[in-house]
């Protein structure tokens, strides 16, 4: 059985506060994009996790799709699997693949082994792994609050635009990022589907850049290369490394060969 696990991308990011369990509250719109990661499962002797595409480094027991396997066996008996996993996402880019591809093997293993599992435990379940995972059950445009608990289904739509994602060859750790996050927000971000697209810019910004730009004059160079080349909306996305662009119509850009660079219409 095959998944197709897409990224997505934050339109407006605002970090509000610290929470007494370490977590900050956040407020952002969600996009998801068809830039994906692909699952498959089947039984097999022994529990076996392949990759193809971006490896990564992180021993078996580290990855997020292995913690998915193991979270649903506090509940259910579930036979060894071999999982491959050919990523196409970036990490540590702030696109959410890890949590995107965790969330697709939970779904995987529920129809697979026909699980019956409710939306409300696979939610939780979702959240037990991570922030963002429960956005990626529907990986529908949100509203996306608290610490990734409360997942809004929002009315606004990019489809026709044209986006292009650049990722520089550093990352960036997450857990990093909000710790070197001192700045609170003091408002949350206004309602995006009666906003103009002209006008984002002016109303939604990711509270990470004011970090990560002073310290990586690169995103800076990467931003100032879209708004040149007629980008209605630009930003980091998530705790980056990873900056987005969205256009009218598909632009001719050039960027370093280090650079993981992608193109797409949105649907």
């Known amino acids: 059985m095959i998944a197709f696990a897409p990224c997505k991308i934050n ?12 977590y900050h509250n956040i407020d952002s719109y969600f996009y998801a994009v068809p830039l994906y990661d692909i699952l498959e499962i089947q039984e097999s002797e022994q529990d076996k996790l392949t990759q193809t595409g971006i490896i990564s480094t992180a021993k ?45 093997v939970l779904k995987l293993l529920q129809n697979y082994f026909k699980l019956n599992i409710s939306h409300e435990k696979l939610f939780d379940l979702a959240l037990n792994l991570g922030s963002d995972c429960p956005f990626f059950i529907k990986h529908q445009a949100s509203r996306v609050q608290g610490r990734g608990e409360i997942v809004l289904p929002w009315n606004f739509s990019l489809k026709s635009k044209y986006i ?20 609170k927000a003091t408002d949350t971000l206004p309602n995006i589907s009666e906003i103009p697209f002209d006008q984002w810019l002016h109303y939604f910004t990711n509270d990470f850049e004011s970090i990560l730009t002073n310290k990586q004059f690169s995103l800076l160079e990467i931003k100032k290369t879209f708004l040149q080349s007629s980008a209605f909306y630009v930003s980091l996305s ?8 969205l256009f009218h119509s598909m632009p001719n850009m050039l960027f370093p060969s280090s650079y993981f660079v992608w193109k797409s219409q949105l649907h």
């Open 238 to 245: 998530g705790s980056g490394s990873a900056v987005f662009g």
């Open 11 to 22: 339109i407006g990011l605002k970090i509000l506060n610290k929470r007494k369990d370490d």
């Open 60 to 104: 078996t027991e580290d990855n997020l799709v292995y913690h998915a396997l193991q979270l649903l066996r506090h509940d259910f008996y579930i036979p060894p699997v071999h999982i491959h996993l050919h990523k196409q996402i970036p990490k540590q880019a702030g696109l959410g693949g890890g949590s995107s591809d965790a969330t697709a």
């Open 164 to 183: 292009v994602i650049v990722k520089p060859f550093f990352s960036i750790s997450t857990k990093n990022a909000f710790s070197s996050q001192r700045k």
